[in-house]
């Protein structure tokens, strides 16, 4: 190992050279009243910074990655596997070939981010390959929750929501609690 370079002692403020104790270095020269006065607290010592807060892009993207999953969880019959929502090819929750699609394009229509009515499981070659297969989404969509549902969330799909970090901070709660309820009852569904 190599030997420690001089340092000041946080107490006394003589030079010393430190001892290694393990994987720590001693922070004082080890005289009686040093040891004493570091042991007492008397001395202080840098604390750590405080964590930043996460942004607000990096809360929008955990909210999807867990958003995507509740509803993979919402459509899937055991847990572990949903169906495409475009193609009906089985897949794999976790995957990189199982994605959250979208209706529209998210990115054209703000709106529909966060809207469960229009978030399903897709594979990777119908989400991204075909770009989301936006007439046979919509299609199966208008039958599954009703032309006049599916008319209110056209409507409003260009209306722009600014969320703030508390918004995202209450639905990355929720939606992780959903996603350990989620769990449970597909597992129980299982043993059933």
Known sequence: MKPLKPRRCAVCKEEYIPKRIGLK?????GNSACELDYAQGNVKVKKPKPKKPKTVAALKKELWSIFSLHQKLVYS???ENCNCYTCDSRLKIGTSDCQ??????????????????CVRPQCNKCNSYYGGMH?????????EIGLESWQEMYD????????????FEEKIEYYKTEVERLKKVKALAITV
């Open 156 to 167: 409003n799909r260009k209306r722009v929501n600014k969320y703030n970090r508390q918004w």
């Open 77 to 79: 019959d055991d847990g």
């Open 100 to 117: 959250g699609g979208h209706n529209f394009s998210k990115a054209a229509c703000p709106n529909i981010y966060w809207d469960e009515r």
């Open 135 to 143: 007439y046979e989404f919509n299609e199966r969509l208008k039958q």
């Open 25 to 29: 270095v001693t922070k004082h020269c």
